[in-house]
């Protein structure tokens, strides 16, 4: 059980919520926080002081007072008409990200509304019920607007929503689940679709992606090192200590784990390689550059995740309007995570190229073939790693530069952060089967060296590969190992070698 607070959420516990792993409640501080404000709103709400949202109209309209008797139905007005998303509906892990997410923002007790509303999003998480959000209709200006109005949609028991597997109207699914819809009053609907929590509910599931594949990735170009005997030279901690960036420490210090006592002869004497073409040489500085991106995303990310995002915000005596539902940090780091995964998806197409090319591959046959000529062994599927890297390299487009207008010239500049982070959960795919193609190419080398073992880690790799993706020896249908490597480097089957084989020795 994880207990809300405003405070303290973490991207671990986002995940856990998001597939189902734990059950979440709001804590008893910060009810009393909600219940605090919530009696600020009440006094403003007999108040003559016009409040945006509260008594007003929002947006352009925040200037056309509104009477007593229509408080409560604009409310009810902001939630319907803000539901404007269209296409495909979020996947459900989304959501429920989203929702926990919303829940523990509202936690934190400067939104002013009832205790109950944070309660009935744990209910529905609790219960599994998951509201059918469609993901495209955010300009991440006034936070992810039509999202949330969709997810705010079933709190009142209108719309469509996921319960045991099946899509049904919200009202029968509350129902199924004992629940009662909820009567939204001042503040609550606005409360409810101010926020930057659909795109940081991708940025959250996706940064979690990204540090699975990280390790797979580093793995994976460790067993192409050994396929093509490269110098472990630029490893090295004498030149990662004199350009001390984090990320390529950490990647160069994992690289000579992975290799370390490595039984692979290289060539020796007059004619022993003095260098490693750049994208084995550069690892460290490729993949650690990354790396870096991602503790950034991170840092963002867990700020954002106990940060109050909607508006206005209640503090002691003050309601205040602001701009906290902007979603200009997370835009530009859900760009940025685009871009750095460019640089761990275009590497690895270089070494998968490397393993194929019998003029670069260091005496293995052409493409990996058995019988090159009558066989085309893994020729396609460096293309398909082309193709994809050209895909990801169009994703990688900063959608946070291209703000357009909205409501009426009110909110003039807006971020672009949804449509960053559906590029993003785009390209993290696209990148992984890139990988999963270098894997499948260093393995198969490995295969035909014919020389038995490698590096302790690395051959636990292997092994665990082969339980997933058994090994092959003539031309086969190459969509099904590829689909079966992807899958095994989602799973993060490569997480946690180096305790396994430390449990061995």
Known sequence: MIHLDGMS????????????KTKVRISASSIESMSASRRLVEDAMVSSQPVYALNTGVGLLANIALGSSEIAEMQINLVRSHCCGVGQPLAR??????????????????????????????????????????????????????????????????????????????????QAAGLKPLVLQAKEGISLLNGTQAMLSIGCLQ??????????????????????????????????EVRPHPG???????????????PIPRTQGKNRRIQDAYCLRCIPQVHGAAWDTLREARRVFEIELNSATDNPLVFDEDILSGGNFHGAPLALSL???????????????RRTERLLNPTLNEGLPAFLASAPGLESG??????????????MRVLATPASTGSLPTSGNQEDFVSMGMTSALKLE????????????????????????????????LQ??????????????????????????DAFIAAGLLNGIEAAVAVAA
């Open 335 to 349: 760009d940025y995570l685009a871009i750095a995964l460019c640089q761990i998806a275009g590497i690895s197409e």
């Open 426 to 457: 785009q390209s993290v795919g696209l990148a992984r089967t890139i990988v999963a193609i270098e894997l499948l190419a260093a393995a198969r080398a490995l295969d035909l060296r014919g020389e038995g073992e490698t590096t302790p880690m």
């Open 93 to 174: 892990e989304v959501v429920r990200g989203l929702m926990v997410i919303r829940a523990n923002v509202l936690a934190k007790g400067v939104s002013g509304i009832r205790p109950v509303i944070a309660e009935r999003i744990c209910e529905l998480l609790n219960h599994g019920i998951t509201p059918v959000i469609p993901s495209r209709g955010s300009v991440g200006a006034s936070g992810d607007l039509a999202p949330l109005a969709h997810m705010a949609l079933t709190l009142i028991g209108e719309g469509d929503a996921e319960f045991e597997g099946v899509v049904r109207p919200a009202l029968e699914c509350l």
């Open 9 to 20: 959420l973490t991207v671990e516990e986002v995940v856990a919520v998001a597939y189902g």
């Open 378 to 391: 893994l020729m396609m599927a460096q293309v398909t790693a082309a193709a994809l890297y050209a895909e």
């Open 248 to 262: 390529q420490v950490h990647s160069a210090a994992h690289m000579r784990s992975l290799l370390a006592d490595s």
């Open 460 to 485: 636990e790799a292997i092994r665990r590969l082969r339980e997933h993706v058994p090994a092959w020896t003539k031309d086969c249908v190459l969509a099904v190992p590829m689909r079966k490597a």
């Open 207 to 240: 940064l979690h992606e990204l540090e699975t594949l990280f390790v797979a990735a580093q793995t994976t170009a460790a067993l192409t090192m050994e396929a093509l005997r490269g110098t472990p030279v630029p490893f090295d901690a004498r030149l990662h």
